[in-house]
């Protein structure tokens, strides 16, 4: 009999999506197309009734009599793709104010820029936000199927539909791109050349964990600089990439303050970068970028997971030397160096020994994440195994 993995996989959100419907009329949640947010909150929510707006009937059912929506399903709902009718949010509004109850609707959506648009327009103060990516490290090794290899992580990621499946990666990524750019893009904005923005998000994959020049990828590319901002944040809203920033701390004079570029999945990335299988990565001139961003990305999941957001940040100053991970939250900063290598060097400690004493942070708070199998704990900070990372 065939396995559903997405059900039977924990997602560690949601313990905290449970929590949030004893608080809260409304819960909201986004995340990327196909991250799991339906099935997520249908397994925990198995009483509520499920509506998605992508349905034309329902869709014009909203639109047309929302008050008679709104009477059909007046409570313990789940609405999926809710920003497809924007003006349903405030007849939602004025119906949860009416009842007062926790728990009335669970609203969820993929495109993050609408989506919240519309929340803070109408829904500001009766929803929480919570946000899923697809799994996480810790939820495929819990779930048992994460991937034998690094690299075979890297180039997998994380979308739900490919253990769901068993759908191969270098089958399942080229659609999901092509249906992005197709179908949601031209919801978000409406873009002319199709050719010329899937050329944008591949030269965007060529970038990844370099300090983003916007400038040189508008000309790359052929477009104007507005243009090219106005693309990216397309991206940033569909959860295809995310700006990492700079941290301005003034340790030491002239700090780099432009923002570095990573992808929410590496499986999406790779399959921009044409890569066709895990062997290809290793040998790839952009695996300790792929590597980087996915040892990022896990910091995110962690935040998203609890229902926080992160705050991250990486360092490098004028002269070159760089952190790749900057986590603030406690009294003093973490820092994070992340090495693709499996063999340790004390080289890896070089950048963060340089931040320490520019900040005075201690070296309990250095580490260096890498891709052997060993955690040592050494005079200048802590060596790090993937994999027990979070």
């Known amino acids: 009999m065939h396995q559903n993995y997405e059900i039977m996989i924990e997602r560690t959100l949601k313990g905290k999506l449970i929590e949030l419907t004893t608080k809260y009329p409304i819960v909201t949640l986004t995340g990327p197309r196909q991250s799991g947010k339906s099935t997520l909150m249908k397994a925990t ?27 059909t399903y007046s409570r313990n709902v789940i609405i999926d793709e809710a920003q497809r009718v924007p003006s349903l949010f405030s007849y939602i509004q004025t119906h949860v104010d009416r009842l007062n109850e926790t728990g009335m609707f669970l609203l969820a959506g993929s495109h993050n820029f609408l989506l919240m648009e519309h929340v803070n327009q109408s829904l500001s103060g009766r929803t929480a936000i919570l946000k899923l990516l697809p799994f996480s490290h810790e939820e495929m090794v819990n779930g048992q199927i994460l991937p034998a290899t690094i ?4 180039f997998q990621g994380g979308y739900p539909r490919l253990y769901d499946k068993h759908i191969a990666a270098e089958d399942f990524y080229p659609h999901y791109i092509e249906t992005y750019v197709e179908r949601d893009v031209r919801q978000l904005k409406n873009i002319g050349n199709l050719g010329k923005f899937t050329r944008f998000i591949k030269l965007c994959a060529g970038r990844i964990g370099q300090l ?9 590319c052929g477009i104007t600089l507005p243009t090219a901002n106005a693309w ?20 030491a004079k002239r700090l780099v303050k432009t923002p570095k570029l990573y992808f929410y999945d590496t499986g999406i990335a790779c399959s921009l970068l044409d890569i066709k299988s895990a062997s290809q990565v290793a040998n790839h001139f952009l695996r300790g ?30 002269q070159g030397n760089e952190i790749d991970l900057l986590e603030y939250g406690g009294n003093a900063p973490m820092a994070y160096e992340i090495k693709s ?10 950048g963060l020994s340089k931040w320490s004493q520019l900040s005075d942070i201690p070296s309990d708070n250095l580490h260096v994440i890498y891709a052997g199998d060993q955690n040592l704990s050494t005079t200048k900070g802590k060596l790090v195994a993937w994999g027990n990372t979070l």
Do not use: H
Not at 151 to 154: A, H, V, Y
Not at 290 to 306: C, D, H, S
């Open 151 to 154: 690299d075979e992580e890297i």
């Open 45 to 71: 929510f198995p009483t509520y009734k499920y509506v998605s707006l992508e349905d034309m009937d329902m869709r014009q059912f909203a639109q047309n009599d929302p008050r008679g929506f709104l009477s």
């Open 289 to 318: 970028g792929l590597f980087e961003n996915m040892v990022i990305n896990a910091f995110i999941k962690r935040g998203w997971n609890a229902g926080k957001t992160p705050d991250l940040r990486f360092w490098r100053d004028s």
């Open 212 to 220: 983003l020049n916007i400038s040189s990828l508008a000309n790359e």
């Open 341 to 350: 290598g499996a063999t340790f060097s004390s080289d890896f400690f070089k």
């Open 232 to 251: 990216l944040s397309v991206l940033e809203a569909s959860y295809i990439c995310y700006q990492l920033k700079p941290d301005w701390n003034n340790y």
